[in-house]
Every structure is written in C-alpha cells, then in structure tokens.
C-alpha cells in the first residue's frame, strides 16, 4: 500500500482524534496520538449516533462493542411549550436500520470513548501518549516536524508525514500552530445531568427521546438503559455578561416558570444537584490546514449541536481524511481534497442546527406555524428531509491489519 511506513501525529483522543487513529491504522500508519489528560474521556453525558456516523464506526470493526453500550430509542416525542402529549412522534427504530442500513443510537459518551480506545490499544502501529504537556509543530521545505512534552518530562521530536489537531473547540492546533481565530460564544448554554431512571419513572417514556421546546430553550432527554439513567441535556439562551467561566451558576435559571408543564418541571426537579453547565461555543476557521499540519472535528469546526451533528461530522471526517493521507503523494494534497470534500456538507449541518434553534425557540403566535408544519410532515417526513445527512457515506475501506501489527489483548 502507498502509505504504509507513514508516521501521523494526532493531537487529542476524543472521538475525532480515536477514530483518525483507527482509520488509518487500519491503512498501516504508524499512528501517535498525543492527549493532554490522562486518559480517555469518562465525562460528559449521552451521544445521539446517527447512522452516517455508525456506519464509519462499524466499519473500523466497533458494531459489537457500540451494540452492547447503545440504545435504538423507537422514536422523538416532540412536546410544544407546555403540551402534556407530543405533537407528533417521529419514527427512528427499525426503519432507520431500513431506509439508512445502520441503526440510530444513544449512548453514554465515555462507553463510546472507551470503546475506541479498547480498539486503538488492539494496534501494535498505534501509540497512545496520556498527560502530555504540550506539542509543537512546525512545516518546513522538506516536510512537517513535531515536538511533544511527554507527561514523564521528556520531549519527544520527530520528522512526519502529517500532524492533525483534533483537539476539540479550543484547539491550540488551530490557533496556535496555524493562527487560526479563536472559538467564539453561541449565545447558548447547554445544562447536562445524567438522572436516575427510577427518578423519572412515569415522567419520561423509557424506550424513546422526548425533545421540549420552549420560548428561549429546549430540552431533549433519552434513556441509557445501560446504565440505568436518562441523559437530560438542557439548552438555554444567556447572554455573554452573564456568564462567569470562575464563577458558574449552580442550578439552570429558566422563564416562563407559571407557565411551564409539569414534565418539565419534574425532570428539573429530579436533576437537582447535578446539572453541569456547558458553555455551547462554535468555531468557524477559514482554512483547516497548512502545510502537513490539519485539522477535523470540534478543532475545525464545532457547531450548534441542535442536529445532534457534531461527533458524527468529525467521525466523517476521520473516515474521509484517512485513505487520503495515505494515498496522497504528501499530506498538503490530502488535507486540501479533504476539505473540498468536507466542507459544504459541515456547514449544510451546522446551518441546520443553527435554524433548529431558532424553530426549537420561536414564541407564540409563530410557533402557531411551526407547530403546524411539524404535524403536517408527520412521523416519517423526517426520514426524507434528514435523507442527505443519514445516508451519507464516509465510510473508509477497513483492510484487515498485517497480521504482526495487529495485537489482541483480550
Ligand atoms: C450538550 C451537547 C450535546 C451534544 N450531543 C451530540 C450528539 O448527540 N451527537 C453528536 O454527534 N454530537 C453531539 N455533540 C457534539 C459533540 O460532543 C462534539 O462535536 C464532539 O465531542 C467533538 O469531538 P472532537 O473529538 O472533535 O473533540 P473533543 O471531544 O472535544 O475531543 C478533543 C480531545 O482533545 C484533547 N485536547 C484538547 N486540547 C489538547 C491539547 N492542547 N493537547 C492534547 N490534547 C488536547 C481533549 O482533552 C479531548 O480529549 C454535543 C455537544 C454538546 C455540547
């Protein structure tokens, strides 16, 4: 194979920087990911995984471990401000494994970081450095240079073939090594908690999403049967002067409180004491490389994660850039075909998730409309409109590993 004997550098294992390193471990990289903890993600709360996404995911060999960890909710509740019954129930189950040849799941993000990481560790071609200090990379006449402070105190420098930043919305790949801008604030906050299911019984059904819109947020809630929690992620408007990163509300404040459906106040009342808070920032970087030095995922660009997008465009991103790199006479070509392969749909998605928000908030009397349009495209109008994300095809072509780099540790 062309590439086999190349060496790429990854800045962050997250799910974008875990799935590059399977790729192109898969294509017989030698892959060294550099992350700043000291190991892999255990925070954070669900992850909604689209077929597109699965698809990548399956085909670097992780149906089984995602099948175990994961849930096929049976469909969205979609609850208008104060409604006791949905509108409309938009189908998923079945008909997504149907109509998309891979099912729509919702999982505990730290089971699907784990489950990365167990499948990075099974490659011997694979390096996963844990608490490093700081990296640098530097593009020069005869290719790209690399230095990383290893936890331990050690730099460790190199010549690579290529150095990707996956090292999420603030990256400093993306600011620092290419003087890309910085993330910028949504106008959104975003409350996490994972709650009880016993807490919740009666309040929320177990076996699909309710998704609550409200004047000014929304709230979009699934089951981990797994574990035995719902994930309740809640989505406010604030403005920038009310946010404190030293200080951080506690609680979630939200309007309308006389107004609000009991079911709503019920799931705030069962996550008391343990919502996070999460400040939605976005990042939109004109180029997304230089040189052998690129960028995917959040570090590229994050978005609004009203179309449950995000994860999923950086695991394309990893299927898309991976035989490129490896195929590609040298990096540079391979991160500008990636990017002119990538970039229309990216902004497609976040374009959409940006006009969610602005639908999920509307106040009366335009939610009269909305609502309106929601009931008449019915329960599966949403397989048709979200056709072009679902059905997208990333995935990568898996080669089976030259037996001596393969290494099972079970
Ligand atoms: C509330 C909420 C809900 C969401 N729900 C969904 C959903 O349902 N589906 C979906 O597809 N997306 C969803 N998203 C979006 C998704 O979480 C992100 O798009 C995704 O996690 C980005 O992955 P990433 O690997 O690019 O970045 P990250 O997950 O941020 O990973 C970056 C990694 O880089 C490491 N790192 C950072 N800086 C350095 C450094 N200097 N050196 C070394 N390592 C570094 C970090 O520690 C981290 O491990 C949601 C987002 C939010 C906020």
């Known amino acids: 194979m062309a590439g086999t004997g190349r060496t790429i550098y990854i800045a962050g294992a997250g799910i974008a920087g875990m799935t590059l390193a399977l790729a192109l471990a898969k294509f017989g990289a030698t892959v060294i990911v550099a992350e700043r903890n000291k190991k892999v993600q255990e925070v954070g709360a669900g992850l ?20 175990q960890k994961s849930f096929e909710p049976h469909g969205i509740d979609v609850y208008p401000f104060r409604a006791t019954k949905p509108l409309v129930t938009l189908e998923l ?28 560790r099974r490659f011997a071609n694979i390096d996963m450095l844990f608490g490093v200090r700081g990296f640098d990379a530097v593009n020069h006449e005869r290719g790209t240079s690399i230095i990383v402070d290893e936890a331990n105190g050690n730099a460790r420098s190199a010549r ?53 819109m409200a004047p000014g947020f929304h709230m979009v809630c699934y089951p981990l049967p797994h574990r035995r929690q719902f994930n309740i992620a809640l989505f406010v408007k604030e403005k920038p002067s009310r946010l404190n990163p030293d200080d951080p509300p506690k609680e979630p404040t939200l309007p309308w409180a006389a ?26 970087a004109p180029v997304w490389s230089d040189g052998g030095v690129g960028l995917i995922g959040d570090a590229a660009h994050a978005m609004l994660p009203f179309q449950a997008q995000g994860a999923a465009m950086g695991i394309e ?50 939610t009269l409309a909305r609502d309106a349009t929601i009931a008449l495209q019915g329960s599966r109008g949403h397989l048709k409109r979200l056709a072009w994300i679902y059905s997208y095809d990333a995935a990568p072509e898996a080669t089976v590993p030259p037996p001596d780099r393969a290494r099972d540790l079970h």
């Open 317 to 366: 991103d990893a299927a898309i850039l991976a035989p490129l790199l490896m195929t590609e006479p040298d990096a540079a070509s391979a991160f500008r075909r990636y990017e002119a392969m990538r970039r229309q749909r990216v902004e497609r998605v976040r374009n959409l998730s940006n006009s969610n928000g602005f639908a999920f908030h509307l106040e009366w009397p335009f």
């Open 259 to 284: 107004l609000r459906s009991k079911m709503l106040d019920a799931i705030l009342d069962a996550g008391k004491g343990s919502w996070g808070y999460w400040v939605c920032n976005t990042v939109d």
């Open 93 to 120: 189950g079945n008909i997504m494994r149907e109509r998309f040849g891979a099912p729509y799941t919702v999982m505990h993000r730290a089971d699907l970081a784990e489950a990365l990481y167990r499948a990075c």
């Open 160 to 212: 690579v073939h290529a150095f990707i930043g996956a090292d999420g919305v603030n990256s400093e790949t993306r600011t620092r090594v290419l003087n890309g801008p910085a993330s910028t604030y949504s106008g959104y906050v975003a409350w996490r908690s994972t709650i009880n299911a016993d807490l919740l019984a009666g309040i929320l059904p177990g076996d699909r999403t309710s998704v609550l």
């Open 48 to 67: 909604q995984i689209s077929p597109n996404a699965r698809r990548v995911l399956n085909q670097l060999g992780l149906d089984k471990a995602i099948a």
